[in-house]
């Protein structure tokens, strides 16, 4: 049933050695049953369904409540395995955690395992013609030319490795809501959206939709969509009763507002409070919830003008409104103050947020971070930011945080934008599946460590020799550093071709309106953050997060041209200066680039030709923007300081 499309990590069945049969108390038949039935055959090569309770695979809800809503818990037994959940979800969740442990062969019984956080989300940012806004694996799975695919074999696909890797929740559409998605709320479009929904429905996921905050004056005629005009609030009121009577298990809404030239609360002179609250409260009998975003700046800064700084926007907007959300609303914060770089501080947001209800977003979709031609595997980065402490304290780590910060911790957790798209191994480089993997893993359990979850990828999608799976796991696992070392130096962001955000243009960004900028001139390079002598965001994190920060001599290596301009040849902590840190990393960038080519050819007898050409074709792209980008920084600031490469290594001039 599945035939058409590469399945990544489901592609292997348990083989029939052990499993042959399998049981499940029916005490409430319902949607989840059924997909459980269908999956058992899928997952369990030749399995079938037994009339008794010692069957090799044993299904068994259980009441004790321990495993909450989604958790399950694996046994072995003399006669094969018993799975208990609390729910149908949570058997659910069981079958694909068994099949994933005998795949990988690394299963040890008995097993537990409960998710992290509640909502584990992706945010489509699908366009109904069928492009995806920073997509790179082909058009979207939905839409197509302003009409819905409808191809619901491969959106069942979809849900069922959505589910297979624990995510929960997923909104279909662009945040930037467009013409045509503006009536996705309306008849028609949902009674179609109800069928994507319904698919999902079976794997446990709920659907959102992205909303145009004008809606009011877009769909509804009014001349207005203030918040607090009561004419607005009951036309969002009558419109959400609607979408309720045609998808009563709708999630909720995804809002991004005053950002980026969506219209918001701000046109009204209201705040993000009044915006959302309003939403809130028309959602709120259905049991809906409004996800708003904290993705807000003005994108029109000018460039001339040293006192604004972007960086510091979403928390002077957003900390002032902690505790003033209605109980329903979400606030989702990106990872990091600016914008999805490939080195960041975290948000100074978590850990402050103490009464507001939370989502963690990051970007699977590798928008600043190779566009899913270059090899990047995201979760190590992922893993700092989970693990980032924002006030010295164990709850204070961001993956506790987002949750117990949370008034309501069902309503908070951790969501992505979505990386899949028409192509055939549905992300464009094989590897990039890793990604998107590796973000449901790290969702569901933020313990992971980045190699387990690279492994574990690797183990269900290829068969591998150990030599390798040594190998391919050394790509992944170095690949972030890799990337960062030919693209932006020591956190300075955004020297990327603007628009398209792929491929080396340093000065693109320097005299333009988005308030991203890097002040590199003669003497020296960064921007000035710190309380002291600069834009005073230091200020926004704990004091002794701050302290270290507003101390170059503390401030982290990594992070340091986010934090401080400092003169080339200012030293690191590593013993080399700044001018010689940015040569020696393109240097060996490019040289790593060049080693995991030879790698994946050397694997190339163990590997499925697809896979083989396809990597090796994204790897030779990668090597021509790893040497792009090296030359252009290299020359860049070589004419800039005047300094040379100490190891007297080719700098063009
Ligand atoms: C980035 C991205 C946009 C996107 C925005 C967002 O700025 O380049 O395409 O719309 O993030 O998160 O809303």
Known sequence: MFEKRDLCWLLKPVSKKQ?????????????TARTIEREMPLLFDGISRSQKEDASIVLSLTEEGSLGDEGYSIDKTESGYVIKGGTQKGLLYGIFG????????????????????NYRMINHWDNFDGTIERGYSGNSIFFDHNKFRGDMNLIRQYARLLASVGINAVSINNVNVRKYERFFITGDYLKEIKKIGDIFTEYGIQIFLAIDFAAPISVGKLSTADPLCPEVASWWRHAVEELYRIIPDFGGFVVKADSEHEPGPFTYGRSHGDGANMLAKAIRPFGGIIVWRCFVYDCTQD????????????????????????????????????????????????????????????????????????????????????????????????????????????????????????????????????????YGRLAWDNDLTSEEIAKEWLYLSFDLTDDAMKKALSILI???????????????????????????????????????????????????????????????????????????????????LFFHHVPYTHVLHSGKTVIQHIYDTHFDGVEKVKEYQAK???????????????????????????VEWRDQINTYFFRKSGIGDEAGRTIYN
């Not at 907007?317 to 109980?327: A, N, P, R, Y």
């Not at 003497?523 to 002598?533: H, L, P, S, W």
């Not at 083989?612 to 021509?624: F, I, P, S």
């Open 303 to 438: 460039w001339r003008d040293r006192s604004l700084d972007r960086a510091r926007a979403a928390y002077d907007l957003f900390h002032e409104l902690d505790g003033s959300f209605d109980e329903n609303v979400i606030l989702q914060i990106k990872n990091g103050p600016i914008d999805f770089q490939i080195r960041e501080p975290v948000s100074p947001l978590f850990g402050s947020l103490k009464e507001t209800n939370q989502i963690l977003e990051f970007q699977i979709t590798q928008e600043y971070t190779g566009h899913q031609k270059d090899i990047c595997y995201l979760v190590p980065m992922w893993k700092e930011v989970l693990d980032f402490d924002t006030r010295h304290g164990a709850s204070s780590l961001v993956k506790k945080a987002v949750r117990e910060y949370s008034p309501n911790q069902k309503l908070s957790g951790i969501c992505a934008v979505g990386n899949v798209g028409m192509d055939r191994n549905w992300t464009g480089n094989k590897m990039a599946q890793a990604n998107w993997y590796g």
């Open 98 to 117: 068994l099949h994933r442990l005998l795949v990988g062969k690394n299963g040890s019984f008995p097993y537990i395992s409960i998710p992290d956080q």
């Open 19 to 31: 499993i042959v049969t399998w049981f499940m108390e029916d005490r409430a038949p319902s949607v």
């Open 478 to 560: 170095t690949s972030r550093d890799t990337y960062e070392n030919y693209t932006c130096p020591l956190a300075v962001g955004f020297m990327c071709k603007p628009g398209i955000h792929y491929g080396c243009d340093i000065d693109g960004y320097e005299y333009d309106c988005w308030g991203t900028y890097h002040y590199a001139d003669r003497d020296g390079v960064g921007r000035d953050r710190t309380a002291a002598t600069g834009t005073g965001y230091t200020k926004q994190y704990s004091p002794l997060k701050f302290q270290e920060y507003e101390d170059i001599h503390t401030c982290p290596d990594q992070l340091l």
């Open 600 to 626: 994946w050819e050397s694997i190339r007898d163990v590997l499925d030709e697809d896979s083989y050409k396809n990597v090796r074709d994204r790897l030779n792209l990668q090597l021509k923007n790893a």
